[in-house]
């Protein structure tokens, strides 16, 4: 998974999965409320790098399978 807080306001936080979906939160202290921007479909593809102003930030191996 991939999740990424926004420079310029920390609150604003961004979540990928490789097995699809991008979600967003305004409130990172309240983290059940990440709204989907992207759905999750089984054919989808896969967020493995979120860009914010020109940023790109990659995901992170988790070391699990």
């Known amino acids: 998974a991939t999740v990424v807080a926004h420079p310029g306001d920390p609150n604003l936080v961004f979540l990928g999965t490789v097995n699809g979906g991008l979600w ?30 020109g940023k790109t930030f990659a995901a992170a191996s988790t070391g699990g399978s």
């Open 24 to 53: 967003k939160t305004n409130n990172i202290n309240e983290m059940r409320l990440f709204e989907p921007i992207l759905p999750t479909r089984a054919d989808g593809p896969g967020v493995t790098g979120i860009a914010i102003g």
